[in-house]
């Protein structure tokens, strides 16, 4: 499935929540969309939680 459709769906799926839900609704549907992209990279295994803990490197800093 391209990502374009995707997009589509999920924009839809916003949509709806938005009409029919008010703005509340919107923004719940958003959060668990974002939730649920971050959990499909985790399975993907694209992300590991070592990003979100990871210190910056500091070793290229001017001073």
């Known amino acids: ?3 374009a459709v995707v997009g589509l769906m999920a ?3 916003l949509g709806f929540a938005g009409y029919f839900g008010g703005f509340a609704a919107f923004l719940l549907v958003a959060a668990l969309g974002a939730v649920g992209f971050i959990g499909g990279k985790f399975l ?3 992300l590991e ?3 979100f803990f990871r210190g ?3 070793g290229d800093r001017r001073r």
Do not use: L, N
């Open 49 to 51: 939680a070592g990003d």
């Open 11 to 13: 924009g839809m799926a």
């Open 56 to 58: 910056r490197d500091h």
């Open 1 to 3: 499935m391209s990502m």
């Open 44 to 46: 993907d295994g694209d």
